[in-house]
């Protein structure tokens, strides 16, 4: 007992919250960016993405594990247990761990393809906003910020190797394929949180699968104002719409900076 009361406070060590743009964050950007770079400079072109997308996704799910253990055990009074519904494994951002997983145990095909499509679009487009604004993901626990960090950005690494490798296309319709795979983890979502209400769950705990619970209070940055004045299936539509545009735009950068590359090239020679 006392061995593992020492793992939990091992695990639970206490940091300054970090601030924005403060040294914490700008390590783990500048971290992120190092590990891009590197995947794209020196990791295979013609290598199946397979193992490192597995090695990605599994090092996610080591970390969530432990985000999981250290937001359930508490130990200021002996050692207690009490899951946290609110954090459950579901959200937006926690998706590139299954999608990953799927990806990385399929064979090239059409279920892979649009696995592979969604990190590069969907989960970039997470991992990009994290990156940026983590001022609501930050806490006072090292291990928690360091969790964060590492998930996140490797969402942006693993999404920008798959479309500078041109493992996963630079066209139009890949969005699509990533928009059926984004369709699914939003309806996995909406069962979650309709069964959270069904079963009484909400009376005791926050669970709030993706932010669209209708039996929850908006709480998600600029989509909440969406949220309060539109009735529910409408702003439903809007938040797939919405992400989905965003999804998109991250394509048609890298689709920009494709077409830069290739000028330069092209000038180089002439």
């Not at 797939?240 to 290739?262: D, E």
């Amino acid at each position: 007992m006392e061995i593992l009361q020492n793992l939990l406070r091992i695990m639970d060590v206490d940091m300054e919250r970090p601030g924005l743009y403060g040294w914490f964050h700008l390590l783990w950007l500048g971290i992120t960016i190092l590990t891009a770079v590197a995947l794209c400079r020196w990791y295979p072109k013609d290598r199946k993405p397979h193992g490192l997308i597995l090695t990605v996704t599994v090092a996610m799910i080591l970390l969530e594990i432990y985000k999981q253990i250290n937001y359930s055990f508490s130990y200021t009074n002996g050692i207690t247990y009490d899951y946290q519904w609110y954090a459950f494994p579901f959200q937006f951002c926690s998706t590139p761990m299954y999608v990953g997983l799927l990806a990385a145990l399929t064979r090239k095909g059409r279920i892979h393809d649009a696995a592979c499509a969604y990190l590069a679009t969907f989960a970039v487009f997470a991992g990009v906003c994290v990156m940026l604004y983590p001022a609501d993901v930050f806490i006072d626990t090292v291990g928690i910020n360091i969790q964060t960090m590492i998930c996140h950005g490797s969402m942006i690494f693993l999404g920008v190797y798959l479309l500078y490798s041109g493992y996963v296309k630079l066209e139009h319709k890949t969005v699509l394929k990533a928009a059926a795979v984004f369709a699914v983890c939003v309806g996995l979502a909406m069962g979650m949180n309709e069964l959270a209400h069904a079963t009484g769950l909400l009376e005791r705990e926050t669970f709030n699968m993706f932010f669209i619970s209708p039996y929850c209070a908006p709480s998600l940055p600029v989509y909440s104002l969406v949220q309060r004045v539109v009735p529910y299936p409408l702003n439903l539509v809007i938040y797939i719409a919405g992400f989905t545009l965003a999804a998109y735009l991250i394509l048609l950068v890298a689709m920009g900076v494709r077409r830069l590359g290739q000028r330069k090239v092209v000038a180089k020679v002439s």
